[in-house]
């Protein structure tokens, strides 16, 4: 069993920054692949970005591609989401998964079916 705790969502405005942490319990965490997810009011979860237990693979939606970026510590079992010029746009829940078979992160049909999910974290973006 893995539990998955959020961090670091708030209030920023455009063009600003945030890091989010994901901090997970379970000694098995470093042979996890991880992702992020963010959900904005009425509508539907989507796909953020993604990365294999080893830290050299990562996934990205090009909606963040080249402002976001997911590392992970396994020394910590902690996965980071640092985001970067944000926009209005950015504004949702943010929600950290884990499972592990690696081959879900990169098979975008599979994503969504990742097997443990956190709370989730508000970020807002004002304009």
């Known amino acids: 069993q893995v539990q998955l705790v959020e961090s670091g969502g708030g209030l920023v405005q455009a063009g600003g920054s945030l890091r989010l942490s994901c901090a997970a319990s379970?000694?098995?965490?470093?042979?996890?692949?991880m992702g992020w997810f963010r959900q904005a009011p009425g509508k539907e979860r989507e796909f953020v970005a993604a990365?294999?237990?080893?830290?050299?693979?990562?996934y990205y939606a090009d909606s963040v591609k080249g402002r976001f970026t997911i590392s992970r510590d396994n020394a910590k079992n902690t996965v980071y989401l640092q985001m970067n010029s944000l926009k209005p746009e950015d504004t949702a829940v943010y929600y950290c998964a884990a499972d592990p078979r690696y081959t879900k992160v990169g098979d975008p049909a599979l994503r969504y079916g990742m097997d443990y999910w956190g709370k989730g974290t508000l970020v807002t973006v004002s304009s």
């Open positions: 990365i294999r237990w080893s830290g050299t693979t990562t």
């Open positions: 379970g000694r098995l965490f470093s042979s996890y692949a």
